[in-house]
């Protein structure tokens, strides 16, 4: 066993710097391309209407989905003196608020609800309900709402891809059916009953309320099922994410370029979401952007797959790790190939953190910041020290010619928002 892994799998906190980072010129190989996070980004104006419409909460900017980028005066303090850095010294700290976003309540507000409009719009198309020239306000009429009823749509989750797949696709009107990992909280359940939609609980872990979901589902043209392993529709519905954060940052007046770059920390579950964000900050900033992700000592798979390039061929049992933690979000022990094999050059690290770490995050950006996070939206608080204090963090500053005060640091918050009290 190399050393990586032998920290790893003595759960030692620790980051991984990616060897096979070529930056954005790895990019043009991909089968994705900028015109398809485009193509996702006018799929979801077209629909911003109705989910105005169907979602209160969505109304005030009119159907359009999207966190706030905020200052956390207090927070930057306390993690750049953990850090024994002087303020200003490392650079700026800034929280992209996913844990915030109506609607889910989570990150997978982006991706989830995406991957069902794209399906509830094939359908429409297909059958005639709508075509493209027509206000999408239509599809929450009667006619279209009973269309949709007949379709059932599926997922297997740990709890949080489970709300938002389950949220928007009974606000269409779908028949829905939700498979929950053993470690998906009882509040997000409860959350999803209330909204009419059908929970089955498994015993087993994520990967097998998945295998279930997508057996149940298969050959039945009635039923979609949303693989969040495999699902290029996660990832483009994640990628517009960059979009709208680089109009955020413009407003803001921030400087991005190579020499003012942007460091980003996103907590890592299967991958769909970091990556998808990952894969769109590069092609919006290139070189000027810098992404980790962060998951926890227990279930690291997204590192594992990348450090030993076998992906979904490995997992994290497999060097004696749980799988158990508290960040339900992030409890995967086995990360998407499809993912891996996208963010392989694009991709500048990773970091592992502790479940004290968490709750520690958690407790801090309340008391600090009076934000309401769960533990998992915590996981990347710790990048900025990872980057600014560590032999392998700084060597990494260096080599791409990187001076610390000059760094705008994005720690993306990733759930919380419904956290019962
Ligand atoms: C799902 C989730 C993530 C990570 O997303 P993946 O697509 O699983 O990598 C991070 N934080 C929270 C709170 C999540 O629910």
Redesign the pocket.
């Known amino acids: 066993m190399n050393k990586m892994i032998e920290s790893l799998s003595a759960k030692e906190p620790m980051l991984w710097i990616n060897p096979q980072y070529r930056g954005a010129a790895a990019l043009n190989e991909l089968e994705l391309q900028f015109h398809d996070i485009l193509d996702a980004e006018a799929r979801l104006y077209r629909f911003a209407p109705l989910l105005g419409d169907l979602f209160e909460e969505a109304a005030p900017a009119h159907g359009i989905i999207e966190s706030e980028l905020l200052d956390i005066p207090e927070l930057q303090q306390q993690l750049m003196a953990e850090a024994e850095i002087d303020a200003g010294d490392g650079g700026r700290l800034l929280i992209k608020g996913d844990h915030n976003l109506p609607v889910a309540g ?3 507000a982006r ?1 989830g609800i995406y991957a069902v409009l794209r399906y509830a719009e094939t359908l429409a198309l297909k059958h005639e309900l709508i075509d493209y020239s027509d206000n999408y306000r239509k599809l929450g009429e009667k006619k279209a709402r009973e269309f949709f009823s007949r379709y059932t749509i599926s997922v297997g989750s ?4 489970g709300l938002s797949i389950g949220i928007i696709s009974a606000g269409l009107g779908f028949t829905v059916k939700i498979h929950m990992s053993a470690d998906a909280k009882a509040w997000k359940k409860a959350l999803l009953r209330s909204h009419g939609v059908t929970v089955v609980e498994h015993t087993g872990d994520y990967g097998a309320a998945v295998e279930q979901g997508r057996k149940e589902a298969e050959g039945n043209p009635y039923a979609f099922f949303v693989d ?1 392993e495999n699902s290029v529709d ?1 990832f483009l519905g994640y990628a517009v994410a960059a979009l709208r954060l680089k109009n955020q940052l413009i407003a803001r007046g921030i400087t991005v370029d190579e020499q003012h770059p942007l460091m980003v920390y996103l ?9 998808g964000i990952t894969f769109g900050l590069k092609h919006v900033f290139g070189d000027a952007v810098h992404c980790f992700f962060a998951e926890p000592v227990e279930s690291p798979c997204m590192t594992l797959g990348l450090m030993t390039g076998k992906h979904d061929e490995i997992s994290v049992y497999d060097i004696g790790l749980s799988n158990r933690t508290i960040a339900d ?2 409890a ?1 022990a086995r990360p998407s190939a499809f993912v891996g094999k996208m963010i392989q050059g694009i991709i500048s690290g990773t970091f592992t953190v502790t479940d004290a770490r968490l709750e520690e995050n958690a407790g801090l950006a309340r008391t600090l910041e009076k934000l309401k996070l ?1 533990p ?2 915590t ?1 990347g608080f710790q990048g900025p020290q990872w980057l600014l204090q560590t032999e392998p963090g700084r060597d990494y500053l260096r080599r791409h010619g990187l001076e610390s005060a000059k760094l705008t640091h994005i720690l993306w918050t ?2 919380g928002r419904y956290l019962p009290e």
């Open positions: 989570s990150i997978k991706g740990t709890g949080n891809l969040d996660l907590p890592c579950g299967v991958g769909g979401a970091p990556g979000g992030l995967v769960e998992s939206a996981a990733t759930g």
